[in-house]
């Protein structure tokens, strides 16, 4: 074992974005495993090679070892579940999703966005791990968005463009969730607080509109992914709001900066503005941040 401190080296190896895919195989006895993989890697195309890294800790570790058949389902965004139920369920995992054999009888996961069915090409011991390639003997593929993964966490292209698509040409008001020395900066309504916001700029973008938006304040800050985008039920109109950072706390009329940790106790002026600072405060806690695309009411996160 190296000197490197193991957490850190998985931090740095999990700052790569990869997709998910779910590895599968059948045993001599025809036992049926899987399990989530991140490893997968496209290899050759003459010939048509791939490839997997199952851990030596896996418990269908043998069967992987010694298969002669192995097939990859590439999960489509939509697929958090089946990822899940394959990385750490303890009970029949392929009873929790449904699933079809190709023609060597190997597991296809149904709804993912491509699938190889593969011969075992090659086996590689490294480390922990076996580098296990294979050749490609059947594939399909289709037009769906593929599941996200960075940092510990899921993200989908598909939810990113559409928030995208809605800030950039949908959206009415833009606002922010900005960030200051553990503190978030609020705006004092009559109603109660709100969050620091602005009127869409014709003919500029809703990030633009919002960079605008702290110049005018006198804030400078770094802003940085969509938070949230969603449609107001009265207005019908789209509203975004993206995280913002700055290091400096800039007094100013009608806006307070509140520590992160009491900002549940307070008041706000509308259920979206509490729904969306109590789910900020939550991942704050948790270190992961995800993406809402919606209504007041309901709608997805990612
Ligand atoms: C996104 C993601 C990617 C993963 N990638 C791999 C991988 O490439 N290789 C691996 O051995 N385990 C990987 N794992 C962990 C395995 O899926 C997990 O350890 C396995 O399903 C445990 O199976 P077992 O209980 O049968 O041993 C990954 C887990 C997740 C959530």
């Not at 496209?42 to 002669?68: G, N, T, W």
């Not at 029949?92 to 966005?113: C, H, K």
């Not at 969730?177 to 900066?185: F, I, M, R």
């Amino acid at each position: 074992m190296s000197d490197f401190d193991a957490r850190e080296l998985r931090n740095a190896f999990g700052s790569f974005m990869t997709g998910v895919t779910i590895v599968t195989a059948v045993s001599k006895t025809g036992e049926k495993v899987g399990f989530t993989a991140n490893s997968f890697t496209s290899v050759s195309m003459d010939p048509p090679l791939l490839l997997v890294c199952p851990a030596k800790r896996l418990s269908s570790y043998d069967i992987f070892e010694s298969c002669d058949h192995f097939a990859v389902s590439v999960l489509a965004e939509d697929q958090q579940h089946a990822s899940n139920t394959f990385a750490g369920s303890k009970d029949d995992r392929f009873a929790q999703v449904e699933w079809s054999a190709d023609a060597f009888g190997t597991p296809l996961i149904t709804g993912a966005v491509a699938h190889f069915s593969c011969s075992s090409f090659q086996k590689i011991e490294a480390g922990d791990h076996l580098m296990l390639m294979g050749k490609v003997e059947q594939f399909s593929s289709n037009e769906k968005f593929g599941l996200g993964y960075a940092k510990g966490g899921y993200f989908s292209l598909g939810m990113e463009h559409k928030a995208e698509e809605i800030s950039h040409e949908q959206c009415a008001q833009v606002g922010a969730l900005l960030e200051c020395n553990g503190k978030l900066l609020l705006a004092k309504t009559d109603k109660g607080y709100s969050l620091p916001q602005s009127k869409m700029q014709a003919d500029v973008s809703s990030l633009q509109t919002l960079k605008n938006m702290l110049i005018s304040l006198g804030v400078a800050a770094e802003v940085g992914q969509v938070f949230s985008v969603y449609e107001k039920s009265i207005t019908g109109n789209f509203v975004a709001f993206y995280r913002a950072e700055s290091t400096e706390e800039k007094e100013m009329d009608g806006y307070e900066y509140v520590a992160i940790d009491a900002l549940t106790e307070l008041n706000f002026a509308s259920s979206d503005i509490t729904s969306m600072v109590t789910r900020f405060v939550h991942e704050k806690n948790n270190g992961v941040f995800r993406l809402y695309v919606g209504n007041e009411l309901e709608g997805d996160i990612r």
